[in-house]
């Protein structure tokens, strides 16, 4: 079974910026990140498709994120930039292995998650 580790958490200062990686042990297809602070549901965060030419993002973060992949290290990325406090949270890397092209919003879409990375956006 495909394995999801994720990398690139940590502080940072309102403003700023910091790039998560989600690394896949085998083939994926599509790979999203959501992010869950305490007491609240996870929410869907940004979308790439297997090939990463399709992206997806929440109102929340569009044109402060950036969702990519590199297919050959079967690796995704989250760049972000302009951070937020509200940004806080723990970040997950998903999978969904059920479309190669359908970047879906809801959680329950995903059968395989990372183990999380906390973001700390601190103003």
């Known amino acids: 079974q495909v394995q999801l580790v994720e990398s690139g958490g940590g502080l940072v200062q309102a403003g700023g910026s910091l790039t998560l990686s989600c690394a896949a042990s085998?083939?994926?297809?599509?790979m999203a990140w959501f992010r869950q602070v305490p007491g609240k549901e996870r929410e869907f965060v940004a979308g790439?498709?297997?090939?990463?030419?399709?992206?997806y993002y929440s109102d929340s973060v569009q044109g402060r994120f950036t969702a990519s992949r590199d297919t050959v290290k079967n690796t995704a990325y989250l760049q972000m930039s302009d951070l937020k406090p509200e940004d806080t949270a723990v970040y997950y890397c998903?999978?969904?292995?059920?479309?190669?092209?359908?970047?879906?919003?809801?959680?329950?879409?995903?059968?395989?998650w990372g183990q999380g990375t906390q973001v700390t956006v601190s103003s």
């Open positions: 085998g083939r994926a297809f599509i």
């Open positions: 790439v498709d297997w090939r990463g030419t399709s992206t």
């Open positions: 998903a999978l969904d292995q059920n479309t190669r092209v359908r970047i879906r919003t809801d959680q329950n879409s995903y059968g395989l």
